[in-house]
């Protein structure tokens, strides 16, 4: 700052003012700090100003998977929105672990973000304290709770198992089996999809279970898994994700099996590939882009002085019928 000064041939105290009051300093003066900026390349310590000004324009953003289209596109919808605002994006990937997302929170909050936006709603006690003594607005996306921190945005995955059992249950499948990843969330779709799925059929739901994350190649290693303990004819594979389904759909076809006539299976997310499977997927749609939108106009409201807003924003889900079930 002092040699941006020396260049504008102004004192240190002016170029303070220029930064953060600009309009308490002549348009002349302020165009020569400008290009002394511009020719020294200098950044203003944002850590500085946010300790001062208490703001720093900043939104950290914790996700289980940076490279996940699911969250990717959740995450583009609503950086758009953010940035039309006046915030930048920090982003951290925690997997599926709430101790790495706690050390995540703890780091994050020492930079001083004005808002963050978690994945899910069930984080460590110590992550919770954290969070509730920063007193910034917090939004927890991809569910929803009665007791959020702040606001939450997403949609019930106890209703989504539930109905994708009534869809096969519906269509006629009296078998049914589910390749589930270590998720949380997973789980919980998989426990209601088994207790809905039994319930109407009176038939036991195989499972297949993972601790690590959804991949193509583990989908056709659960679905081979299925086949050789017997899975009986016509059942319906429910997959925790379509990464999982897409394997299956590629196991079932190297096997010789004719889906959805011997096996019906459905996936979650409905990614951009889903349609274009063959045959093309049933799957479980989450509009990312609605979800990601709905989470930062939630931020925005939060920001304002007089929030108007909901604690509560339940999105829905859908199921997208198509040729695998």
Known sequence: MAEVGRLAGVSQVTVSRALSAPEKVSPETLTRIQDAIARTGYVPNAVAGALASNKSNLIAALVPSVTNIVYASMLHAFSEIMWQHGYQIMLSETGFDPQREE??????????????????????????RMLHNAGIPVVEVWDVSDTPIDRCVGFSHIEAGSAVADFAADAGYAHAATITAGDERALRRRDAF?????????????????????????GRQALAALVERGLPPHAVVFCSSDQFAHGALIEAAVRG????????IIGFGDQEFAASTAPALTSVRIDRQVLGQTAAYALVDRFGTNPTGPKVYNVGFEIVRRQTA
Do not use: C, M, W
């Open 257 to 264: 099996l004719s889906i959805p006539d011997e096996i019906a």
């Open 103 to 128: 050390k995540a929170i703890a780091t994050h909050l020492s930079r001083r973000p004005d808002a963050i936006l978690l994945t899910g709603v069930h984080h460590s006690p110590a992550a919770r």
């Open 194 to 218: 088994t207790a809905r799925f039994e319930r109407r059929t009176g038939t036991k739901v195989e499972q297949v279970n993972y601790a690590d994350s959804a991949s193509l190649g583990v």
